[in-house]
Protein backbone atom coordinates (compact mmCIF):
# COMPACT_ATOMS: atom_id res chain seq x y z
CA UNK A 1 0.00 0.00 0.00
CA UNK A 2 0.76 3.42 -1.09
CA UNK A 3 0.63 6.13 2.08
CA UNK A 4 -0.81 9.38 0.85
CA UNK A 5 1.00 12.19 2.50
CA UNK A 6 -1.12 14.17 5.01
CA UNK A 7 -2.67 17.33 3.97
CA UNK A 8 -0.89 20.26 6.23
CA UNK A 9 -2.32 23.72 5.92
CA UNK A 10 0.40 25.81 6.66
CA UNK A 11 0.01 29.98 5.96
CA UNK A 12 2.98 30.54 3.67
CA UNK A 13 4.12 34.12 4.86
CA UNK A 14 4.12 36.46 1.60
CA UNK A 15 7.05 37.00 -1.02
CA UNK A 16 8.96 40.62 0.27
CA UNK A 17 8.40 42.40 -2.56
CA UNK A 18 4.74 41.49 -2.37
CA UNK A 19 1.88 44.13 -0.93
CA UNK A 20 0.40 43.07 2.53
CA UNK A 21 -3.76 42.51 2.55
CA UNK A 22 -5.42 46.25 2.07
CA UNK A 23 -7.63 44.62 5.03
CA UNK A 24 -5.48 43.27 7.38
CA UNK A 25 -3.26 46.29 6.91
CA UNK A 26 -5.57 48.83 7.70
CA UNK A 27 -6.64 47.59 10.93
CA UNK A 28 -3.84 48.07 13.26
CA UNK A 29 -2.90 51.39 12.23
CA UNK A 30 -6.20 52.52 11.95
CA UNK A 31 -5.76 51.71 15.80
CA UNK A 32 -2.83 52.97 16.67
CA UNK A 33 -3.85 56.34 14.56
CA UNK A 34 -7.51 56.54 16.60
CA UNK A 35 -5.52 56.10 20.14
CA UNK A 36 -3.65 59.85 19.88
CA UNK A 37 -6.41 61.50 18.99
CA UNK A 38 -8.29 60.62 21.93
CA UNK A 39 -5.65 61.18 23.77
CA UNK A 40 -5.05 64.54 22.46
CA UNK A 41 -9.07 65.54 22.66
CA UNK A 42 -8.82 66.23 26.23
CA UNK A 43 -5.42 67.89 26.56
CA UNK A 44 -7.37 70.01 23.73
CA UNK A 45 -9.98 70.69 26.40
CA UNK A 46 -8.18 71.41 29.05
CA UNK A 47 -6.81 75.20 28.80
CA UNK A 48 -10.67 76.03 27.74
CA UNK A 49 -12.08 74.75 30.81
CA UNK A 50 -8.65 76.39 32.85
CA UNK A 51 -9.47 79.76 31.45
CA UNK A 52 -13.47 79.22 32.55
CA UNK A 53 -12.28 78.81 35.85
CA UNK A 54 -10.68 82.09 36.77
CA UNK A 55 -13.61 83.78 34.70
CA UNK A 56 -16.55 81.94 36.96
CA UNK A 57 -14.17 83.12 39.86
CA UNK A 58 -13.28 86.50 39.29
CA UNK A 59 -13.74 89.26 42.35
CA UNK A 60 -16.70 92.07 41.65
CA UNK A 61 -15.55 95.25 40.82
CA UNK A 62 -13.73 97.07 43.53
CA UNK A 63 -15.67 100.02 45.26
CA UNK A 64 -13.61 103.00 45.57
CA UNK A 65 -14.49 105.69 48.41
CA UNK A 66 -15.39 109.12 46.86
CA UNK A 67 -11.97 110.49 47.54
CA UNK A 68 -10.59 107.79 45.64
CA UNK A 69 -12.71 108.18 43.06
CA UNK A 70 -11.69 112.34 42.92
CA UNK A 71 -8.40 111.31 43.15
CA UNK A 72 -7.97 109.26 39.84
CA UNK A 73 -10.24 111.95 38.05
CA UNK A 74 -7.75 114.35 38.98
CA UNK A 75 -4.95 112.16 37.90
CA UNK A 76 -6.69 111.44 34.24
CA UNK A 77 -7.42 115.63 34.20
CA UNK A 78 -4.89 116.07 31.14
CA UNK A 79 -4.64 119.97 31.95
CA UNK A 80 -6.62 121.31 29.05
CA UNK A 81 -8.65 124.74 30.04
CA UNK A 82 -12.12 124.11 29.68
CA UNK A 83 -14.01 126.04 27.76
CA UNK A 84 -15.36 129.76 29.10
CA UNK A 85 -18.94 129.08 30.55
CA UNK A 86 -21.83 131.87 31.63
CA UNK A 87 -22.61 132.67 34.55
CA UNK A 88 -25.76 131.00 34.32
CA UNK A 89 -24.47 127.62 32.83
CA UNK A 90 -22.05 127.75 35.83
CA UNK A 91 -25.51 128.07 38.11
CA UNK A 92 -27.07 125.12 36.32
CA UNK A 93 -24.37 123.19 37.33
CA UNK A 94 -24.24 123.87 40.64
CA UNK A 95 -28.17 122.96 41.17
CA UNK A 96 -27.61 119.90 39.10
CA UNK A 97 -24.52 118.82 41.64
CA UNK A 98 -26.10 120.22 45.13
CA UNK A 99 -29.70 117.92 43.36
CA UNK A 100 -27.45 115.24 42.89
CA UNK A 101 -25.54 114.86 46.22
CA UNK A 102 -29.19 115.73 48.29
CA UNK A 103 -30.32 112.43 46.30
CA UNK A 104 -27.16 110.61 47.54
CA UNK A 105 -27.41 111.61 51.02
CA UNK A 106 -31.25 110.13 51.01
CA UNK A 107 -30.32 107.08 49.83
CA UNK A 108 -27.71 107.03 52.37
CA UNK A 109 -30.33 107.93 55.41
CA UNK A 110 -32.62 105.67 53.80
CA UNK A 111 -30.56 102.17 54.29
CA UNK A 112 -29.10 103.58 57.68
CA UNK A 113 -32.42 103.79 58.98
CA UNK A 114 -33.00 100.16 57.11
CA UNK A 115 -30.28 98.83 59.09
CA UNK A 116 -30.81 100.12 62.71
CA UNK A 117 -34.96 99.00 61.54
CA UNK A 118 -33.37 95.22 61.14
CA UNK A 119 -30.79 95.26 63.98
CA UNK A 120 -31.48 93.90 66.79
CA UNK A 121 -33.22 96.13 69.63
CA UNK A 122 -31.56 97.04 72.82
CA UNK A 123 -32.57 99.29 75.69
CA UNK A 124 -31.50 102.19 76.31
CA UNK A 125 -28.46 101.98 78.98
CA UNK A 126 -29.55 104.12 82.79
CA UNK A 127 -27.86 106.75 82.71
CA UNK A 128 -24.88 106.77 85.42
CA UNK A 129 -25.20 109.01 88.09
CA UNK A 130 -21.23 109.97 87.78
CA UNK A 131 -18.39 109.50 85.36
CA UNK A 132 -15.50 107.40 85.97
CA UNK A 133 -13.79 107.55 88.87
CA UNK A 134 -14.75 108.21 91.97
CA UNK A 135 -16.96 110.77 92.95
CA UNK A 136 -15.92 113.97 95.04
CA UNK A 137 -17.31 114.65 98.48
CA UNK A 138 -17.44 117.77 100.16
CA UNK A 139 -18.64 118.96 103.66
CA UNK A 140 -20.04 123.01 103.62
CA UNK A 141 -22.49 125.30 105.33
CA UNK A 142 -25.55 125.96 103.31
CA UNK A 143 -25.93 129.76 102.77
CA UNK A 144 -29.00 129.80 101.22
CA UNK A 145 -31.96 127.62 100.88
CA UNK A 146 -34.38 130.25 98.71
CA UNK A 147 -34.43 128.24 95.46
CA UNK A 148 -36.94 125.45 95.33
CA UNK A 149 -35.35 121.82 95.79
CA UNK A 150 -31.43 123.56 95.96
CA UNK A 151 -29.27 124.91 98.28
CA UNK A 152 -26.39 126.80 98.20
CA UNK A 153 -23.49 125.44 100.03
CA UNK A 154 -19.72 127.40 101.00
CA UNK A 155 -16.91 125.23 100.91
CA UNK A 156 -14.69 126.31 103.60
CA UNK A 157 -10.48 125.23 103.14
CA UNK A 158 -7.96 125.88 105.28
CA UNK A 159 -4.19 125.19 104.18
CA UNK A 160 -1.05 126.49 104.64
CA UNK A 161 1.14 128.03 102.38
CA UNK A 162 3.54 126.02 100.42
CA UNK A 163 6.70 128.78 100.49
CA UNK A 164 5.53 131.41 103.31
CA UNK A 165 3.69 128.97 105.51
CA UNK A 166 1.02 130.84 107.12
CA UNK A 167 -2.38 129.61 107.04
CA UNK A 168 -4.25 130.44 104.29
CA UNK A 169 -7.91 130.29 104.11
CA UNK A 170 -10.27 129.95 101.11
CA UNK A 171 -14.03 129.46 100.32
CA UNK A 172 -16.00 128.34 97.33
CA UNK A 173 -19.78 127.81 97.00
CA UNK A 174 -21.81 125.49 94.85
CA UNK A 175 -25.09 124.65 94.14
CA UNK A 176 -26.49 121.67 95.47
CA UNK A 177 -29.41 119.51 94.91
CA UNK A 178 -31.77 118.87 97.74
CA UNK A 179 -35.20 116.75 96.68
CA UNK A 180 -36.82 117.16 99.62
CA UNK A 181 -35.66 120.73 101.02
CA UNK A 182 -34.75 119.04 103.83
CA UNK A 183 -31.66 121.58 104.80
CA UNK A 184 -32.03 125.13 106.23
CA UNK A 185 -29.54 127.91 106.11
CA UNK A 186 -26.69 127.33 108.62
CA UNK A 187 -27.09 123.71 108.20
CA UNK A 188 -23.39 121.31 108.07
CA UNK A 189 -24.26 119.30 105.30
CA UNK A 190 -22.35 116.94 102.89
CA UNK A 191 -22.36 117.01 99.06
CA UNK A 192 -21.23 114.42 96.80
CA UNK A 193 -20.82 115.22 92.94
CA UNK A 194 -23.17 113.82 90.49
CA UNK A 195 -24.19 114.38 86.85
CA UNK A 196 -25.53 117.25 85.30
CA UNK A 197 -28.65 118.03 86.93
CA UNK A 198 -29.27 122.06 85.71
CA UNK A 199 -27.09 124.52 84.68
CA UNK A 200 -25.17 124.96 87.54
CA UNK A 201 -25.87 122.20 89.76
CA UNK A 202 -23.47 119.32 90.12
CA UNK A 203 -23.90 117.91 93.62
CA UNK A 204 -26.50 116.53 95.23
CA UNK A 205 -27.50 116.44 99.01
CA UNK A 206 -25.84 113.00 100.93
CA UNK A 207 -27.25 114.17 104.22
CA UNK A 208 -26.93 116.32 106.85
CA UNK A 209 -23.67 116.32 109.31
CA UNK A 210 -25.29 119.01 111.96
CA UNK A 211 -28.45 121.36 112.21
CA UNK A 212 -28.24 125.18 112.41
CA UNK A 213 -28.47 126.47 116.37
Known sequence: MIEEPENTEETEAPPEGSDPDP???DTPD?????DPAEEEAPAEETPAAEAAEPAADA???EELGPKER???????HAGEAQPQRSAEERATERAEARKR??????????RARERRRSGPKT????????????ARVRQGIV??????????????????HRMYKKIVRESSTLHAHDERNEA??????????????????????????ERAR
Do not use: F
Open 23 to 25: AEA
Open 30 to 34: TAQAS
Open 59 to 61: EPA
Open 70 to 76: RRRARST
Open 101 to 110: KAAERTRWRR
Open 123 to 134: EPLARPEHGPGR
Open 143 to 160: VSDKADKTITVRIDVTRR
Open 184 to 209: NAGDTVRVIESRPLSRTKRWRLVEIV
